[in-house]
């Protein structure tokens, strides 16, 4: 039997949170730099059926796929790891099993048998997965399983696992947990026994990591790594250490220093050209250049918690290291009124997208300021709909807003899409995913992509209202991007403001490390000529 694909299966114990996602995407990366291709796919063991309705509190940021999939954060960093454009079928939940597995029941597919977890839930988890690395055709496929060793949720998906080891064989799957190494100060030293239990744990699934990655927040010697591999059962050149890092696109090249691809290539067998991690070590030399320091304001009402704009963070620091400069961001809550106090020391200004009424005030705000002072405002989705208010507001439509906020608003600039007015249900049901805009000559978004044709990707409801498009552009608003149809209105800015730019769409999600966005390029260029004027 031939095997196209080798399955590397990522888990975590002790705690959450400690780096799942960037470890495999920096297994990822590594494998990219042998001249092997590889996708990836996340499996969150969640009910929700995806991660679209999900507040941002709860999860962080809702990643958009290309086809329009809401999905967990991790697929962000899987793109911008691998530089590879991943489907909605990447994000595997529970909701999607569960659901794939009752419509195939309803049909009669299961021929009047008993439906249980095994075999016909694990049945389908497996499907999914062989699935996607067909539709993928990659080499290799990264398998990253949400949450800890020992979550109840999980263990439907543990047991497939196991089970997909024992189908492909033991050359085709790996598996790579990874542990926290807790460094107790007051007793001056790192303990391995929560790491020892999670590995036990699970073992007691019939699974045997062959790699252990310690998280840690600083390195640990080698007598610990042999402690480990003594007590976890693996070989000691399988245990890999990852400390704390003041970047995460450093973590590749720190895994690499500790063979973690030459010990991955000779587990599973891969045929590998020899190694350049170049382009990956000159984008890590370029995020450490702060030299220079350009500032950047986010105003949003989800800044508690930076995982919410994880994206956007992204991109401005692939934007700066392109320029050769360091970006220093400031979280400015939206709830509170913007004086300007707490903006004047700033380059410039962004306003991501969101939903809601609340902690439109303090956006409005940072409209207005932009306005009166010239700096570098960057609008994103609801950001743009934001710039389109105060500008009309501003200009003779008093109280004008979007009628998400005021039904009731004299001047409705922003309005619910025609196609959306009928839908009742929240998720899975905006304007999402990749589309085409046609671009205007001669405007700052033209000259920032160098191209008159661009795809990006969406979600949302509302759009600027076309029945006040020739009023705002007969005040100075100018629509720089739409629709090939030019019925939907993409780009709006302000030809004689040094760089005042909204988007509907949201540029983020295309960033890559090596591969600067040139909307966030633009942006931080004018943020460093705002800096640098007298």
């Given at each position: ?218 390195a640990i010697n080698d007598a610990l790594k042999r402690k480990i591999a003594h007590f976890c059962d693996v070989d000691q050149e399988a245990v890999i250490n990852c400390p704390d890092m003041s970047s995460i696109y450093e973590v ?283």
């Amino acid at each position: 039997m031939i095997h196209l694909y080798k399955y590397i299966v990522v888990t975590g114990g002790v705690v959450s949170s400690i780096g799942k996602g960037i470890t495999a995407a920096s297994i990822g990366r590594i494998l990219r730099s042998y001249g092997l291709s590889v996708t990836a796919i996340k499996i969150d063991p969640y009910l929700n059926w995806d991660s679209g309705t999900m507040s941002p509190y709860q999860h962080g940021e809702v990643f958009v796929t290309c086809d329009g999939m809401e999905t967990d954060l991790d697929l962000g960093h899987y793109e911008r790891f691998l530089d590879v454009d991943l489907l909605g079928e990447s994000n595997i939940t529970t909701g999607k099993v569960y659901d794939a597995v009752i419509k195939r029941e309803r049909k009669g597919d299961y021929l009047g048998s008993c439906v249980q977890i095994i075999p016909h839930i694990t049945d389908q988890i497996k499907s999914m997965i062989r699935q996607i690395a067909r539709d993928s055709n990659s080499q290799v496929v990264l398998v990253e399983l949400g949450g800890t060793v020992g979550d109840i949720e999980g263990q439907p998906f543990l047991e497939a696992l196991r089970q997909l080891r024992n189908e492909e064989g033991h050359d085709n799957v790996m598996f790579v947990h990874v542990t926290y190494v807790p460094y107790l100060r007051a007793a001056g030293e790192f303990k391995t026994k929560p790491t020892q239990h999670s590995t036990k744990e699970l073992r007691s699934m019939g699974i045997n990591p062959d790699m252990i990655i310690c998280r840690s927040e600083l390195a640990i010697n080698d007598a610990l790594k042999r402690k480990i591999a003594h007590f976890c059962d693996v070989d000691q050149e399988a245990v890999i250490n990852c400390p704390d890092m003041s970047s995460i696109y450093e973590v590749p090249l720190v895994l690499n220093q500790e063979k973690v691809g030459e010990y991955v290539v000779d587990r599973i067998k891969l045929t590998a050209k020899p190694q350049d991690l170049s382009e990956w070590e000159a984008v890590v030399r370029a995020l450490k250049k702060d030299d220079k320091i350009v500032s950047v304001g986010i105003v949003g009402k989800y800044v508690e918690l930076e995982d919410a704009y994880i994206s956007i963070r992204e991109s401005l620091k692939h934007a700066a290291a392109h320029l050769g400069v360091k970006v220093h961001i400031e979280y400015i809550q939206s709830e509170e009124s913007l004086d300007d106090d707490k903006v004047s020391h700033l380059d410039s200004l962004l306003i991501p997208g969101g939903f809601g009424e609340r902690g439109m005030g303090g956006k409005l705000d940072a409209v207005r300021y932009s306005l009166e002072h010239d700096v570098p405002l960057f609008g994103i989705c609801l950001g743009m709909q934001c710039m389109v208010i105060e500008f009309a507001r501003l200009h003779g439509m008093e109280n004008a807003h979007s009628t998400e906020f005021d039904p009731k608003t004299p001047y409705p600039v922003i309005d619910l899409m025609e196609e959306q007015k009928k839908i009742k249900n929240m998720g899975g049901t905006m304007r999402l995913g990749s589309y085409p805009c046609n671009l205007r000559q001669n405007t700052h978004a033209q000259s920032a992509y160098r191209s008159s044709d661009v795809e990006e990707r969406h979600r949302h409801r509302f759009e600027l209202n076309n029945e006040y498009r020739e009023e705002l552009e007969s005040m100075g608003l100018l629509i720089s991007g739409a629709s090939p149809d030019d019925f939907l209105v993409e780009i709006v800015e302000l030809p004689d403001h040094p760089w005042f730019l909204g988007c509907q769409f949201h540029p983020e999600f295309k960033s890559r490390p090596n591969r600067a966005h040139p909307l966030f390029v633009s942006f931080l260029q004018a943020a460093i000529r705002n800096k640098e004027s007298p």
